[in-house]
C-alpha cells in the first residue's frame, strides 16, 4: 500500500470511529448532530454580521 491508499483508509474510518468514540464518552450521536447545527449557525451569523459591517463600512466612507 502507499500513501495515498493508507490516506484514503484512513478519510474513510474516521466518522464510524468518531461516532464511536463520541458514543464512548457519553455524547450521542444525536448531540453531535446538534452541536455542530449550532456552531455552523453561529458561523453563518458571524459571516453575516462581517459582511454587513464590512457594507456599513464602505457605505460609510463614501458618502463623506
Known amino acids: 500500500m502507499?500513501?495515498?491508499d493508507i490516506q484514503s483508509?484512513?478519510?474513510r474510518a474516521l466518522p464510524p470511529v468518531g461516532v464511536s468514540a463520541t458514543s464512548y464518552?457519553?455524547?450521542t450521536l444525536q448531540d453531535w448532530v446538534?452541536?455542530?447545527t449550532i456552531v455552523y449557525t453561529l458561523l453563518l451569523i458571524a459571516q453575516k454580521i462581517l459582511k454587513l459591517a464590512d457594507w456599513w463600512?464602505?457605505?460609510r466612507k463614501g458618502k463623506k
Do not use: T
Open 9 to 11: 483508509e484512513v478519510i
Open 2 to 4: 502507499n500513501q495515498n
Open 57 to 59: 463600512w464602505w457605505e
Open 25 to 27: 464518552f457519553g455524547v
Open 34 to 36: 446538534l452541536y455542530v
